[in-house]
């Protein structure tokens, strides 16, 4: 199996969220406790933003929290998927659509690793369990460090190498595609961030395990939030019988009083664009380096 076999195919990405977009806020049960578990550490930030940008905003379960702590900030909603956005609209009460109520909220669909916004445009960079549907994270990152403002926060969520590691173990073995996403190690996410010149990166992980009847609900539940495999190097088909039964064997070997365990290591993440440096007199200080 290559590298290239691991690349997300974003046509399917986007085509995975349309899909899911009318019944996921149903099921990304997950998805909004790590939403509410960010906002938590939010609290303790100071953080005064003049827009924020909610990079893979989903149906918005971070919009309400994000209007009352920032009331008068506009909300640059971004999401592959012009249904999650669509789902995001449906949401509002009518009353926060009105004009002066609530800040301004701009839906715009569009991938995250080609962001649409000019330098320098937003203080405060949100994104909840999105990076993992990223192929070039050290870009991702210098990009979003292009759009913040100085003295700028980006703070995000994602997934974990062991996440899912269950499923990928149930795998093994079964046929030469790839059935589980690649997820990036947090010291390694660190590490991207201090190369992009991010300033004080924090970084820490929470393991969750969820629990199923069968590997066939778990694999429904994936589905339902667009989470599904999307790997270049997946089977073009459905998989054979012969090899689902194999992964439904050797899954079932882990099921421990009447359940199935699924991992999900959950990554968070923090860092600042620094304000510029400015010597005694005023003037913007400039580090000039040489090669040896």
Known sequence: MSDEDLLLDKRQVRRAFERASAGYEGAAVLQHEVC?????????????PKAILDAGSGTGNAHDALMSRYPRVPIVALDIAVGMLHEARARRRWWQALPGLRPELHAVCGDVEQLPLADETVGLVWSNLTLQWVNDLPRLFRDLYRVLTPGGLVMFSTFGPDTLKELREAYRGADR???????????????MLVAARYADPVMDME??????????????????????????????????K???????????????????????????????????????????????????
Request: charged fraction near 30%; proline fraction near 5%.
């Open 36 to 48: 509410r578990r960010m906002l938590e550490r939010l609290a303790y930030i100071k953080v005064e």
């Open 177 to 191: 595609h790839t059935h589980v996403n690649r997820f990036v190690d947090m010291h390694d996410i660190g590490d």
């Open 207 to 240: 393991p969750f395990t969820l629990t199923y009847e069968s590997v066939r609900s778990l694999m429904r539940d994936l589905k339902a939030i667009g989470a599904h495999n999307v790997t270049r190097g997946r089977a073009e088909g459905l998989s054979g």
């Open 242 to 292: 012969s090899a689902l039964d194999a992964v439904t064997r050797n899954y079932e070997a882990l099921r421990r009083d009447g359940k199935l365990p699924a991992t999900f290591e959950v990554v968070y993440g923090h860092a600042w664009k620094p304000l510029p440096r400015v010597s005694p007199t005023g003037r913007p200080v400039i580090d000039i380096r040489t090669e040896r």
